[in-house]
């Protein structure tokens, strides 16, 4: 069904047939302005900005560009449309025809896993608060934007099922998820990551790869569930997640490419030459990668579940891809085979049943895909002729949920003394000195056409425009 953008929210759920929840979901949405104008980006409010625009949910229809000042962002309600005759995936009920309302008994899960959901997406625009103000150039600085609009229309959509299945509950809920505040010290954001803040485009590039990907692999679950709207919302917001994560792994190339020209220029890989030229040495970026990536892991949860166990046998959350890439899909009698510490500074091999181990085999998956990115910016590496190689840390390393929760590790994953690990974090992680060096290098650019230093400029622009376009217009 097409998008409907004559109603005030714009949708292509028939909302104006059910007018209790358009009225809710109209009281809601001055709320979401207010925060936004908060919480969003700041300053930024009449700047015209080339963004966007969904308007059908299918592949052609996908979106119209054009310059918006951002409040006017048009943020609704996009469904994927429905696959006729839908059965369930997976769990205790596979092969029944898929839910239109939520189950009675499974409604607590389904309202947790969704809050959850939407908590994330309001959390990192409020990360995201400040980085405008110290864009590489126009073209980045467009590309948060656009990030932040649809983070944005991201609860947008969670907050619509929450109206729409989860009656007075959910409107609670819905208040509630513009009530916390990524970092804030009495009402933070539910996950340990969106409270981290990310004040430098290091940063924002680390978390559009590695955050942002958590993201795709939770939808890609979510999207397999046995209630269809919820699917059918993930379906969607994945069309989406993709280009965020495109613009942290081509930042991250970009500051590879500007670093590598500059260690040819000099001739040399001295950390003190390459920053007296203003470029992220590799050992540097390295130390960010360590950072963002362990803290994404945490967002898998704990290896053995029974929360991810219930969810899988009620049908709830699936895995990635559960009907191409499975052929079991109750996994009922199915094991799973985990390595964790045993207490006494050693390994111990536990097996446990498959449904428990859930979480883990998502991490697994969103680990291997990962790596995709290592490759490419490793190859950047290897062609200028240089040894040096980025890599994904242990999934042992620095973890706060979990098995691994606070046992010392190396990178590589060993376990090491306590004062070990203490003594030698600034090796392993961004050190005071280096974020101010970072913080340093975050000197705005909004000429158009023009690159900060420490990055070099994109393969190409948005929508075929060049790169010299002017893709915020600030007034
Ligand atoms: N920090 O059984 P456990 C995105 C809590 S990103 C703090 O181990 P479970 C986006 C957990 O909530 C995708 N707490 O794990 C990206 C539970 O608490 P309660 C977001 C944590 O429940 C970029 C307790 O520990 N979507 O979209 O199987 C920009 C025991 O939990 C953490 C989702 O996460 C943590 N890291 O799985 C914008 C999908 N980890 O309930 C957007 C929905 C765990 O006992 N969420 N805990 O009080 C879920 O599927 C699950 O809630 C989790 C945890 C995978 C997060």
New binding site residues.
């Given amino acids: 069904m097409s998008i409907d953008y004559s109603q005030k929210i714009p949708n292509n759920v028939n909302l104006s047939n059910d007018r209790t929840l358009q009225r809710a979901l109209e009281h809601w949405q001055p709320h979401f302005l207010d925060w936004w104008r908060e919480m969003g980006p700041h300053d930024f409010a009449s700047a015209d900005v080339y963004l966007r625009t969904a308007t059908g949910v299918d592949a052609q229809g996908w979106a119209s560009y054009g310059a918006v000042k951002m409040p006017d962002y048009r943020w609704g309600i996009f469904l994927a449309d429905a696959i006729p005759d839908r059965r369930i995936g997976f769990g205790d009920s596979y092969g029944e025809p898929v839910w239109q309302q939520v189950p009675g008994e499974f409604r607590s899960q389904f309202r947790?896993?969704i809050v959850?959901?939407g908590d994330?997406?309001p959390a990192?625009v409020e990360q995201q608060h400040l980085l405008g103000h110290t864009c590489p150039s126009l073209y980045d600085l467009r590309n948060l934007f656009q990030v932040n609009v649809e983070?944005g229309r991201?609860l947008w959509a969670m907050v619509y099922l929450l109206h729409a299945h989860f009656g007075r509950d959910g409107r609670e809920e819905a208040e509630e998820l513009l009530a916390r505040h990524s970092g804030d010290a009495d009402k933070p954001r539910?996950?340990?990551?969106f409270n981290e803040p990310i004040s430098d485009w290091l940063s924002f590039y680390c978390f559009t790869y590695f955050?942002?990907r958590?993201?795709k692999f939770?939808?890609k679950s979510?999207a397999e569930s046995s209630f269809d709207p919820l699917a059918r919302t993930c379906r969607f917001m994945l069309t989406e997640e993709a280009h965020h994560m495109f613009v942290g792994e081509t930042g991250i190339g970009r500051v590879v490419r500007r670093t590598l020209q500059v260690m040819k220029e000099l001739g040399t890989d001295d950390q003190q030459a390459l920053r007296g030229q203003g470029v992220v040495d590799l050992p540097l970026l390295q130390r960010y990668l360590n950072f963002w990536f362990s803290s994404s892991l945490?967002?898998?949860?704990?290896e053995v579940?029974?929360?991810?166990a219930s969810?899988f046998a009620n049908g709830i959350?699936g895995r990635p891809d559960e009907t191409t890439q499975y052929q079991d899909h109750i996994c009922t009698d199915a094991t799973y085979e985990l390595e964790t510490p045993d207490g006494k500074g050693g390994l111990q091999k536990e097996s446990v049943s498959l449904r428990n181990a859930m979480?883990e085999v998502l991490r697994v998956a969103y680990v291997r895909d990962c790596e995709i990115g290592l490759k490419r910016w490793n190859m950047q590496i290897q062609k200028a002729g240089h040894e040096f190689r980025l890599k994904l840390p242990s999934t042992r390393f620095r973890r706060s949920?979990?098995a691994w929760a606070n046992v010392p590790t190396d990178p590589e994953g060993r376990i090491v003394a306590r004062e070990e690990y203490e003594r030698r974090l600034p090796e392993w992680l961004p050190t005071p000195a280096d974020r101010t060096y970072v913080t340093s290098l975050m000197q705005r650019v909004t000429e158009p056409g023009k690159m900060a230093g420490w990055v070099a400029p994109p393969d190409r622009g948005i929508n075929n425009l060049g790169l010299d376009y002017e893709y915020v217009r600030l007034s």
């Fill in positions: 947790r896993l959850t959901q994330t997406e990192s983070e991201h539910i996950l340990g990551t955050t942002d958590d993201g939770q939808l979510l945490d967002l898998f949860g704990s579940s029974s929360n991810a969810s959350k979480n949920i979990g």
